[in-house]
């Protein structure tokens, strides 16, 4: 095992974060307190509890799995693009590092950043809404989890997209819209059938379930569920990662 | 003339062993076509060859930037797909374009370059490498505020952060000044010196033959020359006598057309062509034939053919 190449890369991606903290840290807190302020404070104080648990609350899971998903895809995706598009790749290929060497080294350091950037959010929405966290254990395996499966599927996208565009993509048209109807606002009961059923078909639902139960103890899906989907879902990434780095696809010239 | 291979000497002296090397990309261009060759240990190889000919696709794949579709690369005694950790540590690879990270600065990426090779920090080392460089002074500094010959220099630091054994330099100075080239050079002759083999490819054919102690042709693919460059000037190289005459001659005299003559700037030079290699120049008998004709000169300059010519007439016989 090449651990100096995984933590070169890793220290690398840490210190590329730390070089942009304003962008990467103050952007997202700033955007989910603002979440917050409106849905929490302001509108919250007018709507009723979901599930015996106030709409302030209710939503917490939800907005820190929005951040964590969009920050670990964006982190991810962008740590192996770059690369690519500025044509240093060549050291990274031509260098004696594996397929999960490469894996632990980009998507280690687009996690910890993720995890680093939920923990400040919960820390900040203490500010707005008083919550509690019934089961702290699953909480961090929540957010580790899902840190790290997304971080995976962004580093999938950086390799895959070829331009600018397609790197903006996927988190726009797929990912945003995906997590809005996974049920961050509402609880899955308050959709109409077959809106519900279908809704299922959405694998960021059982994230934010999982999560969400981890701090309340209500779930709309069982946990375990929750917990073999991201699961599957992390797997799955692996396999696809591990093809595209021993192919070289988008990466190496065919 | 053919591929050198020398299979008597594969094993003591060859570095690099490369077999059957082809490479036929998706879009049905077939860059690489069966490459045979072996690059000594701690020789200065030069790979020439057009653009477009495969010596970038071929140290590619050497340094596993592009995947063979067949063939065997040994480097320092390793497969460098099967055994690729302990056949990468030992290259090093300074690209042909200026890629570097633009934000970090010429410490820190050297640093990163050593790690990334399985290399434990060696900071003696890195000081070593930038002071010979000439970039200690700028060590400090972000690499996106340097020159492109200083960009250049970093990319070499980077290559030599993991002290390879092998060091493969694409275009090493292709926009570069003539100080910064000659200042390349001298690096490149250090670390011969102190055992690195390098091999280089080169569009400046001067630099091949100022450096180089093999040179390589490839064309379209293929090996189509390997020889001591020593060698191959003598071989293929020409040279020339140049008398500047008293008086213009409007013809070569016809006592003397056996020779291999001819007049040049009006008939006030006469040129005399001879083997660069042969023992017998035939300058006495020239000059005694001359002496019989009553041809007198006041001045008269030799030259040689340069491997850019030899290179040159060598594509135009095989393209």
Request: hydrophobic share 50%; with cysteine.
């Amino acid at each position: 095992m090449n651990w100096l190449a995984i933590a070169a890369i890793y220290k690398f991606e840490m210190s590329r974060w730390f070089r942009t903290i304003g962008q990467s840290v103050a952007s997202p807190v700033i955007s989910t307190s603002l979440y917050f302020v409106v849905f929490g404070a302001a509108i919250g104080a007018r709507m009723g509890e979901i599930e015996g648990i106030s709409y302030g609350a209710f939503i917490i899971p939800g907005l820190v799995m929005l951040s964590i998903l969009n920050e670990s895809i964006g982190n991810a995706s962008f740590g192996i693009y770059f690369p690519k598009w500025s044509g240093t790749i060549f050291e990274i290929l031509s260098a004696p590092v594996s397929w999960g060497e490469l894996l632990l080294g980009y998507v280690g350091a687009a996690t910890t950043k993720s995890m680093l950037l939920g923990i400040l959010i919960l820390v900040t929405a203490r500010l707005f809404v008083p919550y509690q966290i019934a089961h702290p254990f699953w909480t961090v395996c929540f957010l580790l989890l899902t840190a790290a499966s997304f971080s995976l599927f962004g580093f999938l996208i950086g390799i895959w997209a070829d331009s600018w565009e397609k790197l903006q993509t996927v988190p726009l048209l797929v990912i945003t819209p995906l997590t809005f109807l996974g049920g961050a606002f509402y609880s899955i009961d308050m959709l109409p059938s077959p809106w519900r059923e279908i809704t299922l078909f959405n694998p960021v639902v059982y994230l934010i379930s999982g999560f969400r139960w981890s701090f309340y103890g209500v779930s709309y899906v069982p946990v375990g569920y929750s917990v073999a989907a991201i699961a599957a879902f992390l797997m799955s990434c692996v396999l696809i990662a591990r093809w595209m780095i021993l192919s070289g696809y988008r990466l190496k010239r065919h | 003339m053919s591929a050198v291979m020398q299979p008597e000497k594969r094993a003591e002296d060859a570095i690099v062993s490369i077999r059957g090397l082809t490479k036929t990309y998706a879009n049905g261009f077939s860059a690489l076509k069966g490459i045979d060759l072996e690059i000594r240990r701690g020789e200065i190889f030069a790979l020439l060859g057009p653009n477009g000919a495969g010596k970038t696709t071929l140290i590619s794949i050497v340094c596993g930037i592009v995947n063979a579709s067949a063939g065997v690369v040994i480097a320092d005694g390793f497969d460098n797909v099967r055994e690729f950790r302990r056949a990468r540590a030992r290259i090093g690879l300074v690209p042909q374009e200026l890629h570097t990270d633009a934000f970090e600065t010429v410490w820190a990426t050297c640093n990163f370059s050593r790690g990334l090779f399985g290399f434990k920090a060696n900071p003696e080392h890195i000081e070593h490498v930038l002071k010979d460089l000439s970039l200690w002074d700028k060590r400090n500094d972000r690499i996106m505020t340097l020159s492109g010959g200083m960009k250049r220099r970093v990319l070499i630091a980077k290559a030599l952060a993991h002290e390879p054994s092998i060091l493969f330099l694409d275009e090493p100075t292709a926009g570069v000044d003539v100080e910064l080239r000659h200042d390349m050079w001298n690096v490149v002759r250090r670390l011969r010196e102190r055992g690195t083999t390098i091999i280089l490819t080169t569009h400046y054919i001067e630099e091949a033959e100022e450096m180089a102690d093999r040179v390589g042709v490839i064309l379209k693919g293929k090996i189509i020359l390997v020889e001591d460059k020593d060698v191959l000037m003598k071989k293929l190289g020409k040279r020339e006598l140049a008398l500047h005459l008293n008086a213009p001659l409007s013809a070569v005299p016809m006592a003397l057309t056996d020779l291999n003559l001819e007049l040049q700037d009006n008939g006030s030079v006469l040129v005399y062509r001879f083997d660069a290699g042969g023992e017998a120049t035939g300058i006495s008998r020239l000059l005694n034939r001359l002496g019989a004709e009553s041809i007198q000169f006041h001045d008269l300059k030799t030259s040689e053919t340069s491997l850019e010519e030899i290179f040159v007439n060598l594509v135009k016989e095989r393209a």
